[in-house]
């Protein structure tokens, strides 16, 4: 199975920053990485597909970069509702797989 | 718009089989994928396997072979899930998620997840 490394586990941001969170591939999965967003009792949401395709609905303030192994979800402009846990997930080949989550919180 | 909802929580006892329900609602149930996943509180997400609404034909992760059986009623545009033999290290959350044929691998929407706790 493919290995999905994601860093930080945890990030402290104040409104208004930009964040980054990294995702690692343990081999070549092309650009088939997609983002998601994790929220206490609501459903998860696609954020990014494609490794940098937005999601209908997904605010301009998040963007997503990288191929091949390395790949990276930026937020700019933190807003409040951006506090929540991110999510890699490879599709690049069966199973599919996801990173183990960065929790963003509020500084 | 698109709806997943999940049966509710679920209490069961070790060498028990449990039937889980995701009813959609807001599009064509038998054009699209339903997968389902596997989340220990605090950890990440496992995908357990798919199955095509429209034929019923399934795909498993081999961890999960022989634990999960999939399936669907398109009548009511319901996906199921079974799980069977369970032991304390099944006791997780467990989500429903579409996989619209136009999107091959992601998944654009998901249940919001219902808690299975194994315990005597």
């Known amino acids: 199975d493919v290995q999905m490394t994601q860093s930080p586990s945890y990030l402290a941001a104040s409104p208004g920053e930009s964040v980054s969170i990294s995702c690692k591939a343990s081999?070549?999965?092309?650009?088939?990485l997609a983002w998601y967003q994790e929220k206490p009792g609501k459903a998860n949401k696609l954020l990014i597909h494609?490794?940098?395709t937005l999601q209908s609905g997904t605010p301009s303030r998040f963007s997503g970069s990288g191929s091949g192994t390395d790949f990276t979800l930026t937020i700019r402009s933190l807003e409040s509702e951006d506090f929540a846990v991110y999510y890699c997930?490879?599709?690049?080949?069966?199973?599919?797989?996801f990173g183990s989550g960065t929790k963003l919180e509020i500084k | 718009q698109v709806k997943l909802q999940q049966s509710g929580a679920e209490l069961v006892k070790p060498g028990a089989s449990v039937k889980l329900s995701c009813k959609t609602s807001?599009?064509?149930?038998?054009?699209?994928?339903m997968s389902w996943f596997k989340q220990i509180p605090g950890q990440s997400i496992e995908w357990i396997g798919m199955?095509?609404?429209?034929?019923?034909?399934?795909g498993y992760n081999q961890k999960f072979k022989g634990k999960a059986t999939l399936t669907v009623d398109t009548s009511s545009s319901t996906a199921y899930m079974d799980l069977s033999s369970l032991t304390t290290e099944d006791s997780a959350v467990y989500f429903c998620?579409?996989?619209?044929?136009?999107?091959?691998?992601?998944?654009?929407?998901w249940g919001q997840g219902v808690m299975v706790t194994v315990s005597s």
């Open positions: 081999k070549s999965i092309s650009n088939n």
């Open positions: 807001g599009y064509t149930f038998s054009t699209s994928y």
């Open positions: 494609s490794g940098s």
């Open positions: 199955i095509y609404a429209g034929d019923g034909g399934t």
């Open positions: 998620a579409r996989m619209d044929y136009s999107s091959p691998g992601y998944f654009d929407y």
């Open positions: 997930q490879q599709y690049n080949e069966y199973p599919p797989t």
